[in-house]
């Protein structure tokens, strides 16, 4: 079993970077695929980001490829999302999840999540 705790959300500006990290308590971080969900008012929860745990194989959905960078850090059981030239469209609650999972594939879809954290509000203002 894990427990997930984001934070380093916030307010920023467009244009601006924020990092996001995800700590992990439990047994066999490592084994896990973590991954990065947000959801914005009134919308559905999407799919941002994921990392394997096997071979550290990422994938990045088209709306964040090239500005935002997913990575892990199995000795501190943490995961982190680099956010750079951040857009209003951004703005959301972005969950940490993690699953044992074959494929990375399989992390975009949400009923593939054992377990999840409690969210840290990013918000970029115009």
């Known amino acids: 079993q894990l427990q997930l705790v984001e934070s380093g959300g916030g307010l920023v500006q467009a244009g601006d970077s924020l990092k996001l990290s995800c700590a992990a308590s439990?047994?066999?971080?490592?084994?896990?695929?973590m991954t990065w969900f947000r959801q914005a008012p009134g919308k559905e929860r999407e799919f941002v980001t994921a990392?394997?745990?096997?071979?550290?194989?990422?994938i990045y959905a088209d709306s964040v490829k090239g500005r935002f960078t997913i990575s892990r850090d199995n000795a501190k059981n943490t995961v982190y999302l680099q956010m750079s030239s951040l857009k209003p469209e951004d703005t959301a609650l972005y969950y940490c999840?993690?699953?044992?999972?074959?494929?990375?594939?399989?992390?975009?879809?949400?009923?593939?999540?054992?377990?999840w954290g409690q969210g840290t509000q990013v918000t970029v203002s115009s």
């Open positions: 990392i394997a745990g096997s071979d550290s194989s990422i």
């Open positions: 439990g047994r066999s971080f490592s084994w896990y695929t």
């Open positions: 999840a993690a699953g044992l999972l074959v494929s990375t594939a399989q992390a975009m879809d949400v009923r593939n999540v054992a377990y």
